[in-house]
């Protein structure tokens, strides 16, 4: 008989016009919509709580201590013409090329800031020495945070400058800085 | 004949292929899901451009986030797997004679991250959970040069497993001198190479 397609809703249902009382035999439905609401609620608390996106870590290298056995080892000699020392404090930079103390100051804006100044400095080194031969002294001043730290490393990361070295500050450094903010001060 | 007259019909949707791909998803990130631990000390990390990602294994986590005064800092120690915990747990118990019973020994090696001094250790793992979180929040291992426990901690954590890497996860506003002093103990033990935790942060168009 053609009266079972009760469960097909898009056919149009054949035999309805015989007279007999016919109950039509139904498939039983089963409402799947609280399993779908269900359903749906749990995938949206796991695509929330899932953590795509694991931290990442940026690598750092420090050298070795100087212990009783290498204090007779020279340091390196690198010539003063390679070199820019920055020293890093909160959100600035004071830095100087060479050995000529003469300070200046910068800070990480992007355009403007350390990256411009690194960009040139390695340019004059490179038209005298040739590629690669910039070394950068990373000196962290007190007052600088974590920030910092992280910002001028990955500063030295966008450049691309592999040569650089993390150094502790001189107490001549530091009074050399701290004269420097006493002149910007006055000069306000 | 039979005439056809329009019918009013329910239209009813198969949703048979929603519930398909519904329950498919589902089960895709119930399987790919890892809740991220919950961390003790809360910290901020810094954004950098650095894209390489955290091994999950085999790595120790140094926390470290300003304390109240903004001067110094706090640290806290974590490594990732049970296993090493527990070893860890043996090792200060060999080294400072203190005595673990079966129950501390459960809660520690279940803790991410820990944050109290050798001394406070026992009493720490006897508090309720939300003494502990009231703990957390002003406890610090100790780094001084006198009492450097942190050095403890990564000499333990690497006995217990040789392959271990360290990481440093960091607030951006610690203050720098508080980093120094940690990676001056990790200098101490001969360890130069390790890695700063960051998030991404979009690599600027030169």
């Known amino acids: 008989m053609a009266a079972e397609v009760g469960g097909d809703s898009g056919a149009p249902k054949k035999g309805k016009k015989s007279g007999k009382a016919h109950k039509p035999k139904k498939r039983p439905r089963i409402d799947m919509t609280p399993m779908v609401d269900l359903g749906f609620l749990l995938l949206t608390f796991f695509v929330l709580t899932t953590t795509m996106s694991t931290p990442n870590t940026m690598p750092v290298v420090v050298p070795p201590k100087i212990t009783e056995k290498d204090k007779d080892v020279e340091p390196p000699k690198i010539s003063e013409d390679k070199v820019i020392t920055l020293l890093v404090s909160r959100g600035k930079i004071y830095y100087y090329a060479g050995l000529e103390k003469n300070l200046q100051v910068t800070d990480f804006s992007p355009k403007t800031g350390i990256r411009k100044i690194l960009l040139e400095r390695r340019a004059e080194v490179e038209a005298n020495y040739g590629k690669d031969e910039m070394i950068v002294i990373i000196k962290m001043m007190e007052d600088a945070q974590y920030r910092d730290f992280v910002d001028i490393l990955d500063e030295m990361a966008v450049i691309n400058q592999k040569k650089y070295a993390l150094v502790e500050i001189t107490p001549e450094e530091k009074d050399i800085v701290e004269e420097y903010r006493k002149t910007m001060e006055k000069t306000l | ?206």
């Open chain 2, 1 to 206: 004949m039979a005439k056809f007259k329009a019918k009013k019909q329910n239209i009813t949707i198969d949703m048979t292929p929603m519930v398909d791909l519904a329950f498919l998803l589902i089960t895709f990130f119930m399987l790919t899901v890892k809740f991220r631990a919950p961390e003790s000390l809360e910290v901020h990390v810094p954004s950098s451009i650095a894209d390489t990602p955290l091994p999950a294994q085999d790595i120790m986590v140094i926390s470290i986030a300003p304390d109240a005064t903004g001067k110094g800092g706090r640290v806290f120690f974590g490594v990732d797997s049970k296993h090493t915990r527990l070893a860890i747990l043996e090792k200060i118990q060999e080294r400072y004679g203190y005595e673990f019973d079966e129950q501390e020994k459960r809660l520690f090696s279940v803790l991410p991250e820990i944050g109290v001094p050798f001394s406070q250790l026992k009493s720490y793992l006897n508090t309720s959970e939300a003494e502990r979180k009231q703990v957390d929040k002003i406890s610090s291992i100790p780094i001084d040069s006198t009492n450097n426990e942190l050095k403890e901690w990564i000499l333990f954590a690497r006995y217990s497993n040789p392959k271990i890497r360290i990481a440093i996860r960091a607030d951006e506003k610690t203050p720098y001198p508080v980093i120094a002093r940690v990676i001056e103990t990790l200098r101490d033990q001969k360890v130069h190479r390790f890695n700063l935790i960051t998030t991404l942060e979009a690599q600027p168009k030169s």
